[in-house]
């Protein structure tokens, strides 16, 4: 049995201690927000913040959360931040199909919450995750969007 904060809430969890923290916010909290790219962090799809620190979570097993707090894109609009983040995604419809937002969103919030006024080589270094779709550039837009 796990106890996590996840978006400011506490839970107990009876998972397997290496179960990745994936798998936990989808199938155990239903947190589906989230998404399952590649499962060996690469892509980024599954990005969620832990402690603030964008994370693949399909990387992190359960038993090593600890007391560090996860936010997920459920709860990414609490924070002013996120807030902007996603008003600049909307604004500049940044997604087509859409399946690795959720990551970029928090990335891209991870990034200027660490970084207010990041340069375009900040965000090129920030901002890794894959997009299928190719939406680089608009990524990148709202990225500055958001931070002006």
Not at 38 to 48: D, M, S
Request: aromatic share 4%; proline share 5%.
């Amino acid at each position: 049995m796990f106890q996590v904060t996840i978006n400011g809430h506490d839970h107990r969890v009876d998972v397997e201690p290496d179960t990745p923290l994936l798998w936990v916010l989808r199938d155990t909290l239903g947190l589906t927000g989230t998404k399952y790219g590649c499962g060996i962090a690469q892509c980024g799809a599954c990005t969620v913040l832990l402690d603030g620190q964008a994370t693949r979570s399909c990387q992190v097993p359960i038993d090593s959360v600890g007391t560090a707090k996860v936010e997920t894109i459920e709860a990414v609009e609490q924070d002013p931040v996120g807030r902007k983040v996603v008003e600049a995604w909307v604004s500049g419809q940044v997604p087509q199909c859409g399946y690795c937002q959720s990551g970029q969103v928090m990335a891209a919030t991870a990034l200027l919450k660490e970084t207010p006024k990041p340069t375009d080589a900040d965000i090129a270094a920030a901002m890794t995750n894959l997009c299928r779709c190719g939406t680089y550039n608009a990524i990148a837009a709202a990225v500055r969007q958001a931070a002006a």
